[in-house]
């Protein structure tokens, strides 16, 4: 490994760890739903390891538990992990044209809500060992959590195991609010973006919708009227 690799792969990693002790305590909640759908502890696992989506795997266990067909699942997990593939397409623009495929492959499975946000607010270019190190970090956290949580969840209150769950929302204000407090225009945005959510889970003819169709329609609409009115102006390289 080269030697620039090998540092932004430390960096991940020192990036990463918060992420992994958020995932670690809200995995567990995810574990305890795994196993009231009938999951050992190694299939969890398994399936986080694998997943690595929160909210997809909520639902999956959810469909499990209902005993519906596989053509269901395979539905459900389209619906509500489609976001990420914006995401995708967005981290896409920070790599270098010539990466392999293999990386960008690699990059695109590895992809979370939070994976997303640290490595978006990169400077330039994006180096894909950076994403490698933060995913080497959080993601057995993130299995770890699922599988202690079938282990041993149900030995919890009830309580404390909801609790836990409010590190994650710590972790969405970290990745935000530097970016915000240096520009305006993210802060706009990220205001709009929060009451938009709210609004259309709460009113009647689009609360019907799932959440991760919601965040698709959101993302797609602020992020295209945000590209028109503040378009980003790239550098032309020197000749």
Sequence with gaps: MKQENTAWFRKGIHHGTP????????SFTLGIAAKN?????WQGACASVT??????????????????????MAVMMLVINA?????????????????????RLI??????????????SVPDKLNPWYNYGMMAISIPGWTLGTFVGIAVGNVLPAHAVSALSVGLYGMFLAIIIPPARKNRVIAGLVAISMLASFAMAKLPLVSGISSGMRTIILTVVIAGVAAVLFPVKEEQNAA
């Design 19 to 26: 992420i992994a002790l958020g995932y670690l305590a809200v």
């Design 37 to 41: 759908a009938g999951m050992t502890a």
């Design 51 to 72: 997943t690595v989506a929160s909210a997809g795997e909520f639902a999956g266990f959810q469909v499990i538990a209902a005993g519906a067909s596989y053509l269901e």
């Design 83 to 103: 976001r990420y593939m914006l995401m995708s397409c967005s981290l896409s623009q920070k790599l270098d044209p010539d990466l392999p495929f293999f990386h």
């Design 107 to 120: 990059l695109g499975w590895g992809i979370t809500d939070e994976i997303f946000g640290v490595a978006s």
